[in-house]
T-cell receptor, first 114, second 112 residues
Framework: EADIYQTPRYLVIGTGKKITLECSQT?????MYWYQQDPGMELHLIHY???????EKGDLSSESTVSRIRTEHFPLTLESARPSHTSQYLC?????????????FGSGTQLSVL | GENVEQHPSTLSVQEGDSAVIKCTYS??????FPWYKQELGKGPQLIID?????GEKKDQRIAVTLNKTAKHFSLHITETQPEDSAVYFC???????????FGTGTRLLVSP
């Protein structure tokens, strides 16, 4: 079992609220990722980090922001949530970026914005 | 950039039957092809992967085949069991997880 944790598991909020989705891993992995999963199941990379103080945007444009102050923690923030942000958000990590390395996923946060 | 197409989107089989899921990719530079299984309420988990220098790989009841010329790869599950029911994703990458592109997913249902 992967030691990567996401909280909350489910979140229902109103439009305009600021939210932070938490992601923590206890494996000491440098590389961390945030994926957005459509209701139609597709996985899209929205943010990634190669280590402390490193953050990059993924292929799918997102209004969310991330930070990486500690190796084990990679939170995602939405300053003003909108219904279009309703989705499942999955956090993942890997020890290296080598070909063949396994992505360890958390169980996800299902976000619903009313 | 890379584009990965996956078929079928849903697949229903009887327990004990075989299941095959097919993916095609567009970037000839891609050299790593993993398959992930996502059970209800969980994140995806790697079940098998293949690199471009290998044509086939097996792990018990699951196998993956790769045809580089045609740019397609497939997941084969034999003797399916109800616990195989899940969503399966193929993916392709030419280097680094920031370049890993997932297919659209296949929902597999195995009926007892």
């Amino acid at each position: 079992e992967a030691d990567i944790y996401q909280t909350p598991r489910y979140l229902v909020i109103g439009t305009g609220k600021k939210i932070t989705l938490e992601c923590s891993q206890t494996m000491g992995h440098d590389k961390m990722y945030w994926y957005q999963q459509d209701p139609g199941m597709e996985l899209h990379l929205i943010h990634y980090s190669y280590g402390v103080n490193s953050t990059e945007k993924g292929d799918l444009s997102s209004e969310s922001t991330v930070s990486r102050i500690r190796t084990e923690h990679f939170p995602l923030t939405l300053e003003s949530a909108r219904p279009s942000h309703t989705s499942q958000y999955l956090c993942a990590s890997t020890p290296t970026d080598r070909v063949g390395e396994k992505l360890f996923f958390g169980s996800g946060t299902q976000l619903s914005v009313l | 950039g890379e584009n990965v197409e996956q078929h079928p989107s849903t697949l229903s089989v009887q327990e004990g039957d075989s299941a095959v899921i097919k993916c095609t990719y567009s970037d000839s530079a891609s050299n790593y092809f993993p398959w992930y299984k996502q059970e209800l309420g969980k994140g995806p988990q790697l079940i098998i992967d293949i690199r471009s220098n290998v044509g086939e790989k097996k792990d018990q009841r699951i196998a993956v085949t790769l045809n580089k010329t045609a740019k397609h790869f497939s997941l084969h599950i034999t003797e399916t069991q109800p616990e195989d029911s899940a969503v399966y994703f193929c993916a392709a990458s030419g280097g680094g997880f920031q370049k890993l592109v997932f297919g659209t997913g296949t929902r597999l249902l195995v009926s007892p």
